[in-house]
């Protein structure tokens, strides 16, 4: 990691951006992990779920500071991040039935929508909305300021994954790969979180609300 989790920052700033960020990433790991593994119809679910999103919206608000976040050209950007969202939804609707007729990453598929019906659809629509935003904000915002631009786009979809597989779901780490590096070469090509935190809004109420079930 050539800059701290700090956005900006550069050297002789503090340190307590690149703690924050550090320890939002321990921390989210693990309550990833316990959301995956907790009951989906009780309220410890709910409750992880938002400690999740707190904890990545703190760690991009103490990394940022009080600098502000770009908002140029904000409509263009979230019309971009609607059809991008749109076309991988497409897309991994194609992936998913061709891997069940192999019978491939059933099982997995099968959690993650047994997942988003555990619940009322408005309370799983809102959980992965505030999910959605502070991930991105984290991840495409806070860890893709820390690298170099020759080395962002691929550093933070590896942090990425590798935080999302805590939660041993192997279709969920397969999409933090194709969706992480498709999210972040969104934020480095519009230079706006506001393109990947639609992609990523739209893919996920997509997948809960249009998605094939079984």
């Not at 703690?19 to 959301?35: E, R």
């Not at 061709?98 to 997942?115: G, S, T, Y």
């Not at 806070?142 to 279709?171: K, P």
Request: glycine letters at 6%.
């Amino acid at each position: 990691m050539t800059e701290a989790l700090a956005g900006p920052h550069r050297a002789g700033s503090s340190r307590r951006p690149r703690v924050a960020g550090f320890v939002a990433l321990a921390v989210g790991a693990v309550l990833l992990a316990t959301t995956i593994r907790t009951d989906r119809s009780t309220v410890q679910f709910m409750v992880a779920g938002l400690a999740l999103a707190a904890v990545w919206f703190t760690g991009f608000a103490v990394a940022r500071g009080r600098r502000p976040p770009a908002m140029t050209r904000p409509a263009a950007h979230a019309a971009v991040g609607f059809a991008l969202g749109v076309a991988l939804f497409t897309a991994f609707v194609a992936i998913a039935w061709i891997a069940r007729r192999l019978n491939i990453l059933d099982e997995p598929i099968d959690d993650i929508l047994e997942q988003a019906d555990a619940y009322a659809r408005v309370w799983v629509l809102a959980l992965t909305a505030v999910n959605a935003v502070a991930e991105e904000l984290f991840f495409r915002g806070t860890v893709m300021d820390a690298f170099t631009n020759r080395y962002a786009v691929i550093a933070a979809t590896a942090v990425y994954a590798v935080v999302t597989s805590a939660g041993g779901n192997v279709a969920l780490v397969l999409a933090a790969v194709v969706m992480g590096a498709v999210f972040a070469v969104e934020r480095r090509w519009t230079r706006s979180l506001v393109t990947p935190i639609v992609t990523h809004l739209t893919w996920s109420v997509l997948v809960i609300t249009a998605f094939p079930r079984r």
